[in-house]
């Protein structure tokens, strides 16, 4: 297990699947905290640490010149890590310790940041007499890390409080790790372009590295989870992914706009219990709120028999979305052909789900999207 330090507050711990734990809260999440940025992290650094904890030895030699050189940028002493545990002196300016270590492997303070690099010149009394050092935070160090001598750093404590608050969220991990997984599906569609479905997983991930790795998803789930995922979106059938829920659950509100304009959710909540949609509320004043501005957008403007203004409203908001391109569709109707349009073009949730999609019945829907492609 590895930790590397994003802030005072902030850490993130590089294990079988990474994650993100408060200092000072003691808060453990999948997620970086939405009040960070991804430019926070050291990417190069954090690579280091997932490689060395699945097992990559590095070792490189290092000539005396370089050794020299690097005498001038080696960390802080012990005695100047130990001021800065005490705080700062008057009139002294506070300088930060970032130490980026190995929990299980303490470095040498005066050597440097530990990366597998040794002198050559070192001899064989010197590796053995070389003194450990303590995992320095520039300010609180939670109180379930206990130093147990001047120089050695126990976080048992820390990894037992950690699991106890996964036991006691697994549901809410459950939610994170499906919103992680979505969010995964969304990189491989975005990128589908530079991904052969006949190459594993490994050798796709190392072509996506860049991108993957400046995505919670990649820290948030585990090398296998993420195989997994992947393995799923090659498969035919998850290219099916429409139609959803949403769109099945507004269809049968289409089938009573009438009654939507002037009725209540409460008097629909019943009768969309079959569906398993989420904030179903939101959704359905949304709809109402979309058909009653539609409604008034009709009759403020001059009635011309040649132009249908459902369709021409759902046709604005289509043209910038969509981009011109031949596509097949298959279907015994309407519906049907619209549903493999989606699949087909693979296009984003946000835009077929969008309520806007039913102020118009099935034809003219398929209508303004084959309009908007050609």
């Known amino acids: 297990m590895f930790v590397y330090k994003i802030n005072s507050e902030w850490w993130l711990i590089v294990a079988e699947r990474h994650y993100y734990y408060n200092v000072e809260t003691k ?7 939405e009040h960070l940025d991804f430019k926070d992290l050291n990417v190069d650094e954090i690579s280091v640490l997932i490689a060395k904890y699945n097992g990559l030895k590095i070792e490189t030699v290092q000539s005396q010149n370089e050794e020299e050189n690097e005498a001038d940028v080696s960390l802080p002493s012990t005695e100047s890590i130990e001021d800065a545990l005490e705080g700062p002196k008057e009139d002294e300016e506070i300088v930060p310790v970032d130490l980026v270590q ?10 440097g940041l530990d990366l597998g690099y040794s002198s050559s010149e070192e001899s064989e009394e010197d590796q053995e007499n070389e003194a450990e050092t303590e995992v320095v935070s520039s300010n609180n160090i939670d109180d379930s890390i206990q130093v147990e001598s001047e120089e050695d750093v126990d976080v048992d404590d820390l990894v037992n409080n950690i699991l106890n608050d996964e036991e006691s969220d697994q549901d809410q991990e459950g939610e994170d790790t499906s919103s992680l997984e979505q969010q995964l599906i969304e990189i491989f569609d975005e990128n589908k372009d530079k991904i052969s479905i006949y190459d594993p997983y490994s050798i796709t991930e190392e072509e996506l590295i860049s991108t993957l790795s400046r995505s919670p998803v990649f820290y948030g789930l585990s090398f296998s989870q993420r195989e997994t995922i992947y393995n799923k979106w090659c498969t035919p059938e998850t290219k099916e992914k429409f139609p959803t829920e949403k769109q ?5 509100l289409f089938e009573h706009k009438k009654d939507i304009k002037t009725k209540y959710f409460v008097e629909f909540k019943s009768r969309l219990s079959s569906f398993n949609v989420p904030q179903k509320e939101k959704i359905f004043l949304k709809y109402k709120n979309v058909l009653n501005n539609q409604t008034d957008f009709e009759r403020s403007y001059k009635k011309d028999k040649t132009v249908n203004l459902k369709k021409l409203k759902l046709t604005e908001y289509l043209k910038p979305l969509l981009k011109k391109k031949k596509v097949d569709i298959s279907g015994d109707d309407d519906w049907e052909k619209w549903v493999s349009l989606c699949n087909n073009m693979n296009l984003p949730r946000e835009i077929v789900e969008n309520e806007l999609n039913w102020i118009v019945g099935p034809t ?3 209508e303004c999207y084959l309009e908007c492609l050609s």
């Open 27 to 33: 808060e453990s999440q999948w997620q970086l905290p």
């Open 102 to 111: 190995e929990v299980d492997e303490p470095v040498d303070a005066n050597a």
């Open 248 to 252: 099945l659950m507004m269809n049968y």
């Open 364 to 366: 003219k829907r398929l």
